[in-house]
């Protein structure tokens, strides 16, 4: 049986939490379209980072979201810490395209984040980026929408306002401390530590 959680946005704060030590200047988000755009911008309000959105060459929505930069650059990413989230990863090869692609764009350290990926998809990804923060890993994971409880992706529409709402949001020392709450993680889908997997223990 899949465990899930309510939507993206609870995922997102979830991955917050894990993520408190990616902060500063040196740091941008980057969803990958189109579940992963929701929820690292849950991360990227908590963190008060840049978010901005990864369309890797093996993205099926690599087309439609052309668009997207047709009145938003690109943030640039040399010489700083690129955080790839995405919803839930059950392939490796478009999360590995995606961190070729923030090597290439001059990141100079690549994090993937992730709620939920599938056990093989992960140990695929071992040593690709230089860290995986992923808070459950099944054994199988067939279909995204299994672990958001059917919930839809966002669309086209809804990952524009979710870039435009974080671009206008005021500077970080404008925020009041961000509380972020834990959330019951099983402990059946717990990763193993690893050197370069950081993994979530469960809160009951």
Not at 35 to 46: F, K, P, T, Y
Not at 103 to 119: D, I, M, N, S
Request: net charge neutral.
């Amino acid at each position: 049986m899949v465990v899930t959680v309510t939507d993206r946005r609870e995922a997102g704060r979830a991955l917050a939490h894990r993520l408190r030590a990616f902060r500063g200047p040196d740091v941008v988000l980057l969803g990958m379209p189109p579940g992963g755009v929701a929820v690292a911008a849950e991360i990227a309000a908590a963190l008060h980072v840049p978010l901005d959105v990864m369309i890797a060459e093996r993205n099926r929505l690599l087309g439609s979201l052309r668009y997207l930069r047709r009145f938003r650059p690109r943030v640039a990413l040399f010489g700083c810490t690129a955080i790839l989230v995405q919803d839930a990863v059950i392939e490796a090869d478009t999360v590995r395209a995606a961190v070729d692609a923030a090597y290439a764009r001059g990141a100079v350290r690549v994090v993937l984040a992730t709620p939920v990926a599938a056990r093989p998809a992960l140990d695929a990804l071992a040593g690709v980026p230089d860290r995986i923060v992923c808070l459950a890993a099944p054994d199988m994971l067939e279909e995204v929408e299994d672990w958001y409880r059917g919930e839809e992706p966002p669309t086209d529409a809804e990952i524009r306002r979710l870039l435009t709402r974080s671009r206008t949001r005021p500077p970080a020392n404008a925020y009041a401390a961000v509380t972020v709450r834990t959330f019951p993680w099983p402990t059946s889908v717990v990763l193993p530590l690893a050197p370069k997997h950081e993994s979530d223990e469960a809160t009951p």
